[in-house]
């Protein structure tokens, strides 16, 4: 008689099972708050260099899973290794974040799309390490950047309060922003069945840019290309597990959901969690929102905010997150009160 095969909480969520209590994983859980990943950053000349070391990645990646009882691994990686792999030049400034050359439309013909998946490979290898070191109850998520949020950077050489830069390039230059998202959605594609292939269980589109886009940009440049990305993933890995994370969606979050096909949407912590219950339909997962500075002041107010999200998602699939990344000056006994607060929910 076979072993009854090991359940894995977080993927069983995504595929639409409702838990007991919701599973949880925080993003950017491997990262700055830990000081051990700040005594590995210390060692490497570059944050790259970090990201594209099978040994360092993996290492990262397993560090918060030894210190808290999550229920998935994420890749340690970033969004901007697409266009790094691309060609287009990337670095990262201590306290200042990435810096690219910014792409003009005249400049599209420097990207290589062809063998950008080479480029990429020891952040494939990492997958495929992470995914024999985790426990077999534990889901691991792979991910990479929707197209509009890298194209944010590709265009503007940096990060923005309001992605004016990108904004105009799509309006001003349509045929080439046409051409760079196609760029960029192939690429993605291409990257996330590589990594889905080396191992991952679930794959997360971030769109972390989503906030500064009027409703018909919204549906072009952040519904489309993630639909198409969605569409093209699952017709090589049929029923693909993928979650959606349109920051900043708004009244948008429905059409985002329904068009684009993803299993979960990820909420942001600005939108309400009783609009989000109402407007999406009860079978869909959601993963979110707790806001990330509720992590950092910590005590009761946190426990109380982490109980009426679960509460308010209480009807439908849910994965407990943050609604955006954890912040550096997080108390990691913080961390631990907010995993042990959803665990006994």
């Known amino acids: 008689m076979s072993p009854a095969p090991v359940v894995k909480p977080l993927l069983a969520t995504v595929l639409g099972e409702r838990q007991e209590r919701p599973p949880v994983w925080i993003m950017r ?29 993996t290492e990262v990646t397993l560090q918060p899973l030894r210190r808290f009882d999550l229920d ?28 690219l050359e910014p792409l003009h439309p005249d400049g599209l013909g420097r990207l290589r799309p062809d063998g950008f998946l080479d480029h990429l490979a020891p952040v494939l290898e990492t997958v495929s390490r992470i995914r024999s070191a985790i426990a077999p ?9 929707s197209p509009w949020t890298v194209a944010t950077y590709m265009i503007g050489g940096r990060g923005s309060s309001d992605q ?24 993605s594609i291409a990257y996330l069945v590589t990594q889905f292939r080396a191992g991952a269980d679930v794959v997360q589109l971030f769109e972390s840019w989503a906030l500064n886009l009027d409703e018909l940009a919204f549906a072009a440049q952040v519904i489309e290309p993630n639909r198409r990305i969605v569409e093209g993933v699952r017709r090589q890995i049929p029923n693909a ?20 096909g993803v299993n979960v949407v990820g909420i942001d912590y600005a939108t309400p ?7 999406l339909p009860k079978t869909l ?19 109380k905010r982490v109980e009426e999200i679960i509460a308010g998602f209480a009807g439908r699939p849910h994965i407990f997150n943050l609604g955006h990344g954890i912040v550096p000056e997080t108390p990691i006994e913080h961390v631990e009160l907010l995993v042990a607060t959803v665990k006994g929910v």
């Open 29 to 57: 859980q491997a990262g700055r708050y830990l000081p051990e990943y700040r005594a590995i950053r210390e060692k490497v000349g570059s944050f790259l260099e970090l990201c594209y070391s099978p040994d360092l990645a």
């Open 72 to 99: 998935a691994a994420i890749l340690f990686s970033d969004i901007l290794v697409i266009p790094d792999a691309l060609g287009q030049t990337v670095s990262f400034e201590t306290g200042e974040g990435p810096r």
């Open 241 to 260: 597990p993928i979650i959606g994370f349109p920051r900043g969606a708004a009244g948008m979050i429905a059409p985002y959901a329904a068009v684009t």
């Open 137 to 145: 109850d534990k889901t691991l998520i792979g991910f990479c950047g």
């Open 164 to 187: 004016a830069a990108a904004r105009l390039f799509a309006l001003r230059h349509p045929d080439a922003f046409a051409q760079l998202m196609d760029i960029l959605v192939e690429a």
């Open 285 to 303: 997962g959601v993963q979110g929102n707790l806001d990330p500075l509720r992590l950092v002041a910590g005590g009761v107010q946190m426990e």
């Open 273 to 279: 969690v009783g609009f989000a219950d109402a407007a």
